[in-house]
């Protein structure tokens, strides 16, 4: 099949599903919406087999859904060239609503999570273009059960064009293993206790309350630390508040790392920690299970279909950095053997659930379902 890929940006989800897609034989066509520099964040070629398709003026990055009706005429004419058999787009009011304005079909609509769970809501406009788009998709793809259901709050949508899973991991790479000695040596970090957070420091992903909940549990154990990978928009902030209150030397900021790197910070982590304000299936929280950490991440409905409070990781309200901070020193004080035990649980939650090799045949058992449908 010609599968036309359509996304916001080519990130390192963007690059583990195009490499599935033509690993299995498709020929795969790939579209962003952002061009720059900045919206960059997977370092990797394509993935042998990929085509990716330029605009011949790049549409603009407002973000805003009624601006994109602009670039309507440019895709028409890139489809019409292409020709493909499919159109795969997410998220649901930028490229999602572009191939719904297009009439093309067949159309699967691909959820990122926020798009649904936090945008769909922003007002009037975006709540309109949210339920066209659904509307004028043939199927809908989402990982988890939070997303499903507010999509059918939205609009009636047919369950049986529904199709769900979680994007999975690759359980051979995020595995648990020996940690990192040289993060573990960095500047006397031998003997603490290091925090891992992995989220882009933007508003939604609660970076701020991240570092107010380290500083107020550093206060009251001096033995923790923070590994804060990332960048974002809130670099300034972040930076005054880590040099205002003296965390220079407790923090580490080794800014976006290698994909391939990333098993080596879990490893080397005691806790996983996020405090976003939204998310679906989480990926960052599936990759530290997988590599056998304890997690601490926000009271959402897709992360209580991973966590279960007091068991296997913590739950706190979104913005509550006090209670962050609470569980923080709860998840020090807890002995070496109930990390471990709470470690082989999310591991084998991992192994159930996460298995991307397995998950991924959903998507191209319903690309196949598509193709037939519109063959007739």
């Not at 020929?27 to 087999?49: I, M, Q, Y």
């Not at 009439?103 to 975006?126: A, Q, R």
């Not at 709540?127 to 709050?153: G, I, K, N, P």
């Not at 909940?213 to 154990?221: E, Q």
Request: charged letters at 20%.
């Amino acid at each position: 099949m010609r599968i036309f890929y359509f996304s916001k940006a080519y990130t390192t989800h963007d690059h583990r599903f195009l490499k599935k897609i033509a690993g299995n034989g498709h020929e795969v066509f790939f579209l962003t919406l952002e061009h720059d520099s900045h919206f960059c964040l997977e370092k990797r070629p394509l993935p042998a087999g990929v085509q990716f398709v330029s605009w011949n003026k790049w549409p603009s990055m407002s973000g805003k859904p009624d601006v994109l009706l602009q670039s309507i005429p440019e895709f028409e004419l890139i489809l019409n060239d292409i020709r493909p058999d499919l159109i795969h787009a997410g998220p649901v009011q930028s490229c999602g609503f572009i191939t719904a304005i297009s009439g093309f079909h067949p159309f699967l609509l691909m959820s990122w999570g926020s798009d649904i769970l936090f945008d769909s809501d922003k007002d009037n406009l975006w709540r309109w273009v949210t339920r066209y788009t659904l509307q004028h998709s043939d199927m809908f793809f989402c990982d988890c059960d939070a997303v499903r259901q507010r999509v059918q709050e939205l609009v009636a949508y047919p369950k049986n064009q529904i199709i769900q899973f979680p994007w999975g991991i690759d359980l051979k790479e995020f595995t648990p293993g020996s940690a990192n000695s040289s993060l573990r040596e960095h500047s006397g970090w031998k003997d603490v206790f290091i925090i891992l957070s992995t989220r882009s420091w933007e508003p939604i992903y609660g970076i701020e309350t991240v570092l107010s909940a380290f500083h107020s549990a550093y206060k009251r154990d001096p033995r923790l630390r923070l590994l804060l990978l990332g960048k974002g928009s809130l670099a300034t902030q972040l930076q005054s508040f880590i040099d205002g209150h003296g965390l220079y030397d407790v923090i580490i900021q080794p800014g976006i790392v290698p994909h391939e790197s990333l098993p080596e910070y879990y490893r080397s982590a005691d806790l996983y920690l996020s405090c976003s304000q939204s998310d679906g299936t989480s990926i960052s929280l599936i990759e530290a299970m997988g590599c056998g950490l304890p997690v601490l991440v926000t009271d959402l409905p897709g992360n209580r279909e991973w966590v279960k409070h007091g068991e296997n990781g913590w739950l706190a309200p979104a913005n509550d950095s006090d209670l962050f901070a609470d569980y923080l020193l709860q998840s020090v004080h807890q002995t070496k053997d109930t990390r471990q035990k709470i470690g082989i649980t999310n591991r084998r939650i991992t192994e159930t659930r996460a298995n991307w090799d397995q998950n991924i045949q959903i998507l191209l058992n319903a690309y196949q379902k598509l193709k037939l449908k519109y063959a007739q």
